[in-house]
């Protein structure tokens, strides 16, 4: 299956280091522009059920702001407790100035 790409904002939305929440099919996207990119992950913490979008952004980290697990934009991958589980990363292409996120699952 071929990714399906749909526009979520403009890039100059996109506030540095300042998570946008955004619905896709029914799946919470946090987007992120950090360090001269743009990230798209899923906004719902691993460990405790809440927005990352709330939270903050450093280091190409976001952080839950409910217990402090941090996730890597990159990979997901959580680099602090008590997060044990990674969240999931989605493709983000920049067209023109638009933002497009897929949240669909290759198989």
């Known amino acids: ?32 522009r950090t ?12 460990h405790a059920n809440v927005s990352l979008s709330e939270g903050e952004v450093e280091d190409c980290q976001i952080e839950c702001w409910l217990h402090g697990s941090s996730f ?14 990674p969240i999931p990363v989605y493709p983000v292409k920049i067209e023109g100035d638009d933002v497009l996120v897929s949240v669909t699952q290759e198989s």
């Open 72 to 85: 890597d934009l990159r990979t997901g991958k959580p680099s602090g407790l008590p997060a044990t589980r």
């Open 35 to 46: 360090e001269g990119e743009v990230f798209a992950v899923n906004d719902i913490c691993s």
């Open 1 to 32: 299956m071929t990714p399906t790409f749909v526009r979520v904002c403009a890039l100059d939305e996109l506030d540095e280091d300042t998570p946008k929440r955004v619905e896709l099919e029914g799946v919470p996207v946090a987007v992120v």
